[in-house]
Nanobody, 116 residues
Framework: QVQLVESGGGLVQPGGSLRLSCAASGTIFSFNFMGWYRQAPGKQRELVAGISSTTNYSGSVKGRFTISRDNTKNTVYLQMNSLKPEDTAIYYC????????????WGPGTQVTVSS
C-alpha cells in the first residue's frame, strides 16, 4: 500500500528556515503530482505548493518557499525560508495519480510552529 511520511517540522523563530521532506513508499510508479498543503487551527486546508510538469505556489508563500522533487527517491521537499508566524500549521504531503491510474494519498502531517 502507498504511504507518505513527512519529516522536518519543528519550532523555528520568525525569519528562520526549515526544510520539509516527504518520502513515499509502496509506489510502483512515480506520482504525477505531489504537493504540500497546510492547515492552521480553525482554517481550511490550503495548497501551499505543488509540482507536476511545473510548479505553483500560493500567493502567501511565493518567493519564500520552494518545492522540489527527486523521483528516483520518491521524495518531495519544501524549503521554507523567511518564515512568519502565519506559516504555523500542520503541513501535509499529497501525492496524486492521474488517469488512467487514479489515486490521492496523504501523509499524517508534520507540525511547523513559527514563534519567538
Amino acid at each position: 500500500q502507498v504511504q507518505l511520511v513527512e519529516s522536518g517540522g519543528g519550532l523555528v523563530q520568525p525569519g528562520g528556515s526549515l526544510r520539509l521532506s516527504c518520502a513515499a513508499s509502496g509506489t510502483i510508479f512515480s506520482f504525477n503530482f505531489m504537493g504540500w498543503y497546510r492547515q492552521a487551527p480553525g482554517k481550511q486546508r490550503e495548497l501551499v505548493a505543488g509540482i507536476s510538469s511545473t510548479t505553483n505556489y500560493s500567493g502567501s508563500v511565493k518567493g519564500r518557499f520552494t518545492i522540489s522533487r527527486d523521483n528516483t527517491k520518491n521524495t518531495v521537499y519544501l524549503q521554507m525560508n523567511s518564515l512568519k508566524p502565519e506559516d504555523t500549521a500542520i503541513y501535509y504531503c499529497n501525492g496524486q495519480y492521474f488517469a488512467p491510474l487514479t489515486g490521492n494519498f496523504w501523509g499524517p502531517g508534520t507540525q511547523v510552529t513559527v514563534s519567538s
